[in-house]
């Protein structure tokens, strides 16, 4: 079983937030960033349904360098592999624009489960993980607390 997890990197939640010049987000020169909550539960998920199910793990993350730090600390808990999507050029900030930047970037990888987070911390939209899924024709389901596979159905 293939299996995705949607990874976002959010400022850490005692940052001190200034606009940039633009005031089209924020100054990131001094901010530290984490993985977004939710995402944390959602990979850890992923995991124990790739345990359970002889599955591979690959952790989907879009943004600049700085998040290849959340995808190691990804790998470390047990993901197989990483899907950066490097968008030092995409500064839209919008759900349906990032979700086709992503849905694009994963079509040919085929997988079964594509999971994703609640919602991010940052902007707190949770549309993203319904959006690829609806991009890539796959079925979905939101605010999952619990999930269990049967052969090559999901419950």
Partial sequence: ??????????????ATLELNDDGSWIDEDDV??????SDHYGLAEALNIAKANEGEVTVVTMGPDRVKESIKQALAKGAHKAIHIDDEEVTSTDPITRAKIIA??????????????????????????VLVAEL?????ATLVVETEIDGDKIK
Avoid at 32 to 37: C, K, L, P, R
Avoid at 106 to 129: P, R
Avoid at 136 to 140: E, F, I, S, T, V
């Fill in 1 to 14: 079983m293939k299996i995705a997890i949607l990874l976002k990197q959010v400022p850490v939640k005692d």
């Fill in 32 to 37: 530290q960033f984490e993985i977004n909550d």
């Fill in 104 to 129: 694009e970037s994963i079509k040919d990888e085929n997988f079964d489960l594509i999971l994703s987070g609640l919602q991010s911390d940052d902007f707190g939209y949770g549309q993203t993980g």
């Fill in 136 to 140: 890539l024709g796959m079925p979905h």
